[in-house]
Every structure is written in C-alpha cells, then in structure tokens.
C-alpha cells in the first residue's frame, strides 16, 4: 500500500454497509488502515461485516441506524466520536426504491420514503459529520449514486429522480464545503450484481435486456466499486471535488448495437 492511499489512523462511516456496495467498500477502507463505522438498520446484519474485517485483523465497530431518523444519526456520529476520536471519511450508501412502475402510478409516499432515504438521509449524515470533520482539519465525504441519476431506468423513475438529487448535492455542497479542505465527490455505478438488483439478473429476459447495453457484456461485482471509494476516501483524491465518477463498464456510451458488431 503506498501512502497516496494510506487510511492509518483515520476513521470512516459507512452506510447501508450489511451487504453489496456498502460492505464491499467498509472491507476496502479497513484493508487500507481505517477504523470503519458500518451503519445500517439491522444490527445483526452490520454485525457479521464488522466480524469479518476484525477476523483479517481490521478495526470495526456496527452501529444499528436508520438515516431517516435525525437522532438516529445524531447518535451514529456520536458513537464513531467517542469510539474512534472522530470522523474523517463518510460514505453515503443507504438507499431503497419503495415502487416500481410508470413514474405517474407512484404514490406520494413512495416519493417521501426515497427522498427521505435517498436524499435527505445523505444531508443528514453529512451535516452531522461536518463540525467533527472540520475540527480535524478537512475529511471526505463519497455519496454513491447510480447511472439511473444520469439515465433514465424503465419502471425506477422514482429512484432515477434521487439519484439525480445525489448528483446535484455533490455538486452544491462541493462548493460550499471546499473552504472547510471537505472534498464531496459521488461514484454512480452502473448494474452491480446485488441483494438489491436481484428482480434484474434472476430473470434472464430482463438480464439478456440489461447486459445487450452493457460493452463488457456483464454486471460488476461490489468490489470493483471499491477501488473507486477508496481513491476518493484517499490523500491521492485531494484536489478531486464535485466529480460524479462512472462505473458502469461502458454502459453510458454502450449500444445494444455493440454487441453484435463486436463478435
């Protein structure tokens, strides 16, 4: 590990860290020396991450939290102060899509609960973590988005919208956050094979649909979101704000055409 991507000594929180995404960058930062918070909801889910990044000899503590509860958050970056001294590095990945269908069926409660999650609960971390970043002389805040905030996904319009929030919210708080040495940056990963996108890649006709768009021709596994979380979290990303970095194999400049000029 060369110093430009070093973590001893500093202390993340991640969010929505039971499985996927979340998990998958937690084991990263740990492996790269930090002390990691993993959040979520269920405290036996973030239980099993947090063992197995103290079994490879990392420092882990788990945290039940809901975003969409203020003094939940409160509470987390409360406990990551008193447990590990402070908070340098926030990575944003709690994130639920309640409806599924024509943007116009959705209910006004599908719109509350993923603005709620999706947007609001990223503000309320990141304001929650500020004043602790700032007395430590900057930090590092990485808000996962999705393709779907660039590109519109059949049947996710909802989601598409709060991810597109994502995007914008990296870019305001950016700027504002630049004189405090806060670097804000947002990954968007395109189809990863998770928990989360199962309905997609467990019925093959919608799997065959996706992967045509797709130039690499498959999904990507959640460590190879990783990498990209860790350059951010790093002292190598130290002039890199506001940016909203793609992983998604090709699929933004991808043709279903590709395919099959291709072989």
Not at 72 to 85: D, F, I
Not at 215 to 242: C, D, H, K, V, W
Request: proline share 4%; charged share 15%; glycine share 10%.
């Amino acid at each position: 590990m060369t110093s430009r991507f070093d973590l001893t000594g500093k202390v993340a929180i991640v969010t929505g860290a039971s499985r996927g995404i979340g998990a998958a960058i937690a084991v990263a930062l740990a492996e790269a020396g930090a002390r990691v918070v993993l959040a979520s909801r269920k405290q036996e889910n973030v239980d099993a991450v947090a063992a197995q990044i103290q079994a490879q000899g990392g420092a882990a503590l788990a945290v039940a939290a809901h975003t969409g509860d203020a003094a939940a958050v409160a509470a987390l970056v409360e406990t990551s102060v008193a447990t590990y001294g402070g908070v340098d590095i926030l990575v944003n990945n709690a994130a639920t899509n309640p409806h599924f269908g024509p943007l116009l069926t959705a209910e006004e409660s599908h719109w509350d609960k993923t603005f709620d999650v999706n947007v609001k609960g990223y503000l309320r971390m990141i304001k929650a973590c500020v004043p602790v970043m700032q007395a430590r002389g900057g930090g590092k805040v990485i808000n996962l988005a999705s393709i779907a905030g660039k590109i519109p996904q059949p049947g996710m319009g909802v989601y598409c919208v709060t991810k597109a929030g994502v995007i914008m919210l990296t870019e305001v708080l950016a700027a504002e956050l630049a004189p405090l040495n806060i670097q804000v940056n947002a990954i968007a990963p395109g189809f990863v094979k998770t928990k989360f996108s199962a309905a997609i890649w467990s019925n093959a006709a919608m799997n065959a649909a996706v992967l045509a768009g797709i130039p690499q021709q498959r999904m990507a596994e959640p460590e190879e979101i990783a990498g990209i979380a860790l350059y951010l979290a790093s002292p190598a990303a130290s002039f890199t704000t506001g940016a909203t970095i793609m992983v998604d194999g090709g699929q933004a400049v991808g043709n279903p055409l590709y395919a099959l000029t291709n072989r």
